[in-house]
């Protein structure tokens, strides 16, 4: 997670951030950072991790996998085998990992998956933990009535709270 450190000067940045990680990208754009996180799990498990512009929008490693598993668009099986060792003759632990990736429906349910994260807004809480991590960060030093704070953390909230209200309306559309 980000920690972000602000004062009146960074607000600007501040709006950058919490705008990227809420864009919309296109099913597109989607599609081919999925593929490609997809082929990755296939030829290496353990070290393949989500590109950027998943990670900027919340779809972090452990969550985007667990995403695909529900979404039945990748299959995964586990293993753990324990062979004795020629070289030490003792036990070794080894576990396997293995991900298969059902052909049939793949695009629609990949299509599901986008519609699911962007329509219906599942990286809004992303947002929020930046926001209230930053409230109570050591620069704020907790404060959080409203009378009392900063001016910059009025403004990170307003700036918050309009984007909550704008994505209420799109929801509401």
Known sequence: MKIIYINENRIPEIKRLIDESTEKISFLLFFEQIRDF???LLEDPINTKPSQILRDRGLHN??????LRDANIIKMSEKIDEPHSEETGEIESRYYISYKVPKKDFKKKVRRLYQKIFESGITENITRGEIDMMLNSPLTMGIVSDEKQPEY?????????????NNKEK???
Request: hydrophobic fraction near 35%; proline fraction near 0%.
């Open 153 to 165: 953390i009025k403004q990170a909230v307003d700036i918050y709270n309009e984007k909550i209200k």
């Open 171 to 173: 929801l509401n559309r």
């Open 62 to 67: 452990g969550k985007l996998r667990k995403m």
């Open 38 to 40: 997809i082929k990755g």
